[in-house]
Structure formats: structure tokens, C-alpha cells
């Protein structure tokens, strides 16, 4: 793995709060968090956002201004947005902005894989430490109101089936005014009986491997979606390919049985779920299907992923880099 160090005149942190992450967890808990930054003497500059999307603007905002350091408190979605505006941003390379996460969402899937702990004094702690990591992102072009637009990925995109749980899950959030584990595993259930498998078809490295019926895929840089569900448990953050989960249409009872093996790793041992891995994928349906990335509803079919291989540089938790033989690469944070 490349070990470089962020070195920038400006050592203060950006830090990117969602007020609404995790039911308000982001409002409610963030006079703790800033107590614990400044106890281990980060220096920060904190900006709430204020509607969707307004965390890529900030991102973008703050590179322009200088920050080459930014924290990200929020969950799965607030992250999308800044990854999203450190790529839109033209004034350096993403990977010379450091980016770090305290976890406040629902899922916190992104932060499970790289072993950032959900204790947010543990989670400050591993900042400080400075275990930094070049990780994959995926660029993900795909058709909204019949025009081609692009998006970048962090953890997990997911069609058919996955994204219409996510629309029937930020359904419910919206109408109850929070969001929660229960209400996502209720929002699987619900789709499951409901759903109808779709016509695909799937070229992986410009190779047809698909084109059959398809309840639903799971296509990732990372192993973790749903809440800590293992849908893409042999997936490298930093190997340059997409892992991809292929769930053909299956029975709810046996499914059921075999529920252990979603969160367990050995999802591939359900005969109904197939594995590939590429760099270039590309996905067609009929009728089109939904996509969602990192849980954030996009557009529809005909969709294609590519790979940027370690395109941004993220604080990871130093068990993390043991767990996967990764060399440790740090920087340090002056007093």
C-alpha cells in the first residue's frame, strides 16, 4: 500500500455535521463530540448542513478555502455527499484531503468495515492516531429523467430489490420523523413478499455473465449494507474490482434458515446467490430498475460502474490495518 503523509499549513479540521443523522443523534450528540476533539486537541471548525446535498457543497466550499482535513459526522449518506464533493471540487487531488468519520447514522456500514469504532470518544482516538488509508471508489454512471448522470460510491450500490427496500425504508422514516434498524428490517420484509423479479442483464469486463431473472444486486467496494448485513463479505477495499452478489429469485423460508449466513460472511453458501468480481460493470433490465448507492436513491437502468483503485485517503481504525496485514501509514496532528 502507497504511504504518503497530508501535509497542509492549515492543520484545523472541517467538520461536516448532519443534524439529522441517525434520528437527530447528529444535533443531539455533537456538544459531546466537540468536547472529546478538543480534549485530544483537534482543532476543528464545524458547519451543520442544512438540506440534502448541502454536504457536497461545504466539501467543495472548504477544499476551495484550504482544508485539507475533513470530519464527516453523520452516517452512510452524509458521506456520499462529501466523497461526492471532494470529486467535484478542481482544485487538488481527492487523496490529498484526509478524510475522517464519527458514525452517527442508522447503518454506519462504511465505518463497520474499517473497524471505526461507534464509541465517539474511541472513534476521536483513532484520529488522532492517524491510520490513514487509500481506498477504492467507484464512479457510477447511470439514466435520470432520460439523461445520463454520474455519481461516485464509497461502500455499496444495490438494484432491484435492495433499492426498493431503500425507498420503502426512507418511506417510512419520512412519515414517522426518524429512522431506525427495525424500521429497515421491516422495510425487507415488507418488499420481500411484494417485490417481482426483473429480466437482466449483466456484463462484467465487457463479458455477458448474467441474463436471466433477477431478484436483486449488490455491487461494492466494501463488505457491509442494510445495517452490518455481509452481502459482499470477500470485498478488498483496495484491490481495484468490484465484488458483485447476484440474488436470483428465491423463497422467503429459504432465505429464512439460512438468515445466519448474511451476517456471518458465508452469504455465497445460499445456493441462490451467485459471486462475481470486475472492474467495469454494466447492467440493463427490463422493465429498468432502481439503483441506490451507499443507501441514497438515485436513477434507474441502464447503469454502468467503473473503478478509480485508491482514490481517496480516509482515517481508518489501527485494528483495521492489523486485521488486513495493511503496513501502517500515519501523520500526525501538532499540538
Not at 25 to 31: K, S, Y
Not at 50 to 68: C, D, N, Q, Y
Not at 90 to 97: A, G, I, K, T, Y
Not at 136 to 159: F, I, P, T, W
Request: charged share 20%.
Amino acid at each position: 500500500m502507497e504511504q504518503t503523509s497530508v501535509q497542509n499549513d492549515n492543520q484545523r479540521w472541517f467538520v461536516i455535521v448532519n443534524p439529522v443523522a441517525g434520528s437527530g443523534r447528529g444535533l443531539d450528540h455533537f456538544p459531546q463530540i466537540s468536547k472529546h476533539l478538543r480534549e485530544e486537541g483537534i482543532a476543528t471548525e464545524p458547519v451543520f448542513t442544512e438540506h440534502k446535498f448541502h454536504a457536497t457543497e461545504l466539501t467543495v466550499t472548504a477544499v476551495t478555502e484550504g482544508f485539507r482535513r475533513i470530519i464527516v459526522v453523520g452516517g452512510d449518506g452524509t458521506l456520499h455527499e462529501v466523497v461526492n464533493g471532494l470529486f467535484i471540487q478542481q482544485v487538488v487531488d481527492p487523496r490529498e484531503v484526509l478524510l475522517a468519520v464519527i458514525a452517527v447514522g442508522s447503518g454506519n456500514d462504511w465505518a463497520r468495515n474499517f473497524g471505526i469504532p461507534l464509541r465517539y470518544q474511541n472513534a476521536i482516538r483513532a484520529i488522532r492516531a492517524g491510520h490513514s488509508f487509500l481506498q477504492d471508489v467507484g464512479v457510477v454512471s447511470y439514466e435520470e429523467a432520460h439523461y445520463r448522470q454520474k455519481r461516485y460510491m464509497v461502500n455499496v450500490a444495490g438494484l432491484g430489490f435492495d433499492s426498493m427496500v431503500v425507498k420503502k425504508y426512507n418511506h417510512m422514516k419520512k412519515k414517522q420523523g426518524h429512522g431506525s434498524k427495525w424500521y429497515y428490517r421491516w422495510s425487507v420484509v415488507r418488499t420481500f413478499f411484494r417485490y417481482k423479479s426483473t429480466g437482466v442483464k449483466l456484463w462484467i469486463d465487457d463479458r455477458l455473465v448474467y441474463n436471466n431473472l433477477l431478484m436483486s444486486i449488490a455491487i461494492g467496494i466494501c463488505k457491509y449494507n442494510g445495517g452490518g448485513v455481509q452481502q459482499l463479505p470477500q470485498a478488498v477495499p483496495d484491490d481495484g474490482l468490484f465484488d458483485v452478489s447476484l440474488i436470483r429469485p428465491v423463497h422467503f423460508w429459504h432465505i429464512l434458515f439460512r438468515i445466519r449466513y448474511l451476517f456471518n460472511g458465508g452469504i455465497y453458501r445460499i445456493r441462490h446467490i451467485l459471486q462475481e468480481r470486475g472492474s467495469k460493470i454494466r447492467i440493463e433490465s427490463s422493465p429498468e430498475i432502481s439503483v441506490e448507492l451507499d443507501g441514497e436513491l438515485l436513477g434507474e437502468t441502464p447503469v454502468e460502474f467503473s473503478v478509480l483503485p485508491r482514490a481517496i485517503r480516509i482515517v481508518v481504525s489501527e485494528e483495521f490495518l492489523k486485521r488486513e496485514s495493511y503496513p501502517l501509514c500515519s501523520y500526525t496532528i501538532p499540538r
